[in-house]
């Protein structure tokens, strides 16, 4: 098990004993069936982790659209009982064969995204399975057959359609007429599946009790692997070329968490692949110098700020960051707090501008940059259990439904076109493009805060796309900063860019100040920008949690005697618009 480095216990002598909360439980997802199988763990004396790994199984179920065992994850998790915090690499590996020109055409140039995501050349190496098996051999309490049973239900029994995935499948509806097998699924008379209805799942409540009763092994071996490279190579779009042999020779690994001081905390995250991590910390890093509190949430220029310090840190995202297997990744110099106050020195407090140049962090190699895509998908879900032990999870399959390809029930994820598609840009290699055996940068960012006596005292994470980086450092502002509890700081107005424009979340209050914001001397343009952000938060001795505002999500605490009671059910109300971000 991985420590906390000597650097960060120097700087606030944290995580020298265990957190003295008091002893409940507690879950959040973004979807209540999910959130009542974390719960039904953690009643039967399981632990966080377990917790966490009976979410993700739900989740595969109810929503199949963004997650699941057909994709891979990043866990974060801290150990009460010895105060230390560890993190788990499921991420998806490209298979073998995969080649950095993987994405290009004939004349070597990057294919359009539509089309390379659908089918079996997008496909990699599912992880979530091998991550599930890592965090039950090192912080499991139930039996491994045990955490599948509430998924099983799901799928045996039936779910009930509810808003989100009914606007995803009209959504995805015109590209399905080349995917069977999905439509068998999730289409009813020949048409996607309402809110409402009821969809049983039998293909995937057997593949669940195959694993619930073989173990890991079975989902790399055997009849599951069999289907999984069945699905990729025979694929009626993009046949892929995944091998049973890349299967069974994936591993999820351990790995150091990235940690870093804001103000008086400490913020622990992914390391690469995940660029999460590394850019929550510089954005924060860089803002470190204003005074965000005595400005305040409603004072356009906090938000000018943020956005400068979100534009600079993306900057040196896109040019550094990539699987640390195959490129060196700057990571500390990244965070290194001279460096960012000399990028943070770029921000002029009254001007705005947009054309942030990459650094140059200690350690840093020469490198091009190159801009990957990820598109608003995914999900988060949060676990702490009566010893105060965390399991946080970022888990997807990248796109709506993933690459639409079906094996065992589940869907599979589409996460190669994470990687960059161009494998060079001016005459040198680029750090995230496609090589066998790699895993694709993510912005997926599961987040632990420390306080100055080392207890943690906030989780949380994001699904979204590149903007879950920004999902999660506005919420953390908005607790850290601004004061805010934990559903108010979720249900702040998100902030993103692209086109030079600063982008603000529609009809909020931001979008209200889109004028003044613009006066700073940056073009600001209202949009979508729906997140599905869960958490769990620390008060007075207790942990309470909540879920975003525009999603279907919930939060379970659980009493001692096992005792359950939803905390917040997040505000989608029927009628109103689900979250972007499925």
């Known amino acids: 098990m991985k420590k906390l480095s000597l650097y960060l216990i120097a700087f606030f002598a944290i995580l020298a004993s265990p957190v003295a ?37 739900a989740l595969t179920v109810v929503e199949p659209q963004s997650s699941g065992i ?61 991550l599930m098996a890592e965090a039950h051999r ?34 995805i509806e015109r590209l399905w ?51 999984i490279v069945s699905s990729v190579t025979k694929s009626a779009v993009a046949p892929g070329d995944m091998t ?46 204003f005074d965000l509190k005595a400005l305040g949430k409603d004072d356009p220029k906090s938000w000018y700020l943020i956005g400068q310090a979100m534009q600079l840190a993306y900057a040196d995202r896109e040019k550094y960051l990539g699987d640390a297997s195959f490129v060196q990744v700057p990571v500390a110099g990244l965070i290194d707090k001279a460096y960012l106050a000399e990028r943070s020195a770029l921000i002029d407090p009254a001007r705005a501008r947009t054309d942030y140049p990459a650094g140059n962090p200690p350690g840093a190699m ?3 940059a190159a801009i990957s895509g990820e598109v608003a998908g995914t999900t988060h879900f949060s676990a702490v259990d009566a010893r105060g032990s965390i399991a946080n999870m970022t888990s997807t399959i990248e796109g709506p439904f993933g690459s639409q390809l079906v094996a065992g029930g589940f869907f599979l994820n589409n996460e190669l076109t994470d990687f960059t598609f161009a494998p060079e840009k001016d005459g040198a290699p680029v750090a995230n493009r496609v090589e066998g055996g790699k895993r694709p940068l993510s912005s997926m960012a599961p987040t632990i805060v420390f306080d100055r006596e080392g207890k943690p005292v906030l989780a949380l994470g994001s699904a979204g796309g590149k903007r879950i980086i920004m999902h999660v450092t506005k919420t953390l502002i908005g607790v850290l900063d601004f004061g805010l509890p934990l559903k108010q700081a979720i249900a702040m107005p998100n902030i993103y ?60 605490s659980v009493d001692r005697k096992g005792r359950q009671t939803v905390i917040d059910g997040g505000n989608l109300q029927d009628g109103a618009p689900a979250a972007s971000v499925g």
């Open 244 to 289: 049973l042999a890349d299967l069974a020779a994936y591993k999820a690994v351990e790995q150091n968490a990235v940690c870093a001081p804001y103000r008086v905390y400490v913020i622990c995250g992914m390391a690469p692949p995940s660029s999460g991590a590394t850019t929550v910390l510089q954005i924060l890093g860089s803002l470190e110098r």
């Open 70 to 130: 057909g994709g891979g994850g990043f866990l974060v998790h801290y150990d009460a009982g010895d105060a230390t915090i560890s993190t788990i690499n499921g991420r998806e590996t490209a298979p073998a064969a995969a080649t950095p020109q993987r994405f290009t055409d004939a004349e070597g140039k990057p294919l359009p995204f539509l089309q390379a995501f659908p089918g079996g050349k997008s496909v990699g190496v599912p992880g979530n399975i091998r």
């Open 497 to 556: 860019f692209g086109g030079g424009a600063l982008l603000v979340e529609q009809n909020t209050q931001l979008a209200d100040k889109a004028q003044a914001l613009a006066n700073f001397g940056q073009p600001v343009k209202p949009e979508d920008l729906g997140s599905k952000v869960n958490g769990l938060q620390l008060v007075d001795g207790a942990w309470t949690g909540a879920a975003d505002p525009r999603s279907e999500g919930s939060v379970i």
């Open 366 to 368: 020469p490198r091009t």
């Open 138 to 171: 090192k912080w499991g309490k139930l039996k491994w057959a045990e955490i599948f049973k509430p998924a099983i239900r799901l799928a045996d029994k039936g779910f009930v359609v509810n808003q989100t995935l009914e606007s995803r499948l009209a959504a």
């Open 21 to 57: 909360a008091k002893p409940n439980g507690i879950a959040s997802s973004a979807d209540p069936r999910a959130t009542a199988a974390g719960a039904e763990i953690l009643a039967k004396g399981g632990s966080a982790a377990d917790a966490a790994m009976a979410m993700m199984l």
């Open 177 to 227: 007429p080349q995917f069977e097998t999905a439509r068998s699924i999730y289409w009813i008379d020949g048409k996607p599946a309402k809110a409402g209805v009821t969809l049983r799942n039998p293909e995937l409540a057997k593949t669940l009790k195959l694993i619930a009763k073989k173990g890991p092994d079975a989902f790399y071996n055997g009849t599951i692997a069999n289907s």
